[in-house]
């Protein structure tokens, strides 16, 4: 499922899922993403959040 939320979003969702979760990949800046982070929570579902950089141009 793919929203539209910025960085403070994704990351008061992230902190909501993380509690009791297995983190895959910790939320942070990655290459090509302003935040990404994979985790898999206490019901064994793996969620992927990400924010994408704004393209000028």
Do not use: H, N, S
């Amino acid at each position: 499922m793919a929203w539209r939320a910025g960085a403070e979003e994704i990351t008061g969702c992230w902190k909501a899922l993380a509690a009791g979760a297995t983190i895959g990949e910790p939320l942070g800046p990655c290459c090509v993403l302003t935040l990404y982070g994979k985790l898999t929570g206490r019901f064994d579902v793996t969620r992927v959040l990400d924010v994408i950089r704004q393209c000028i141009g």
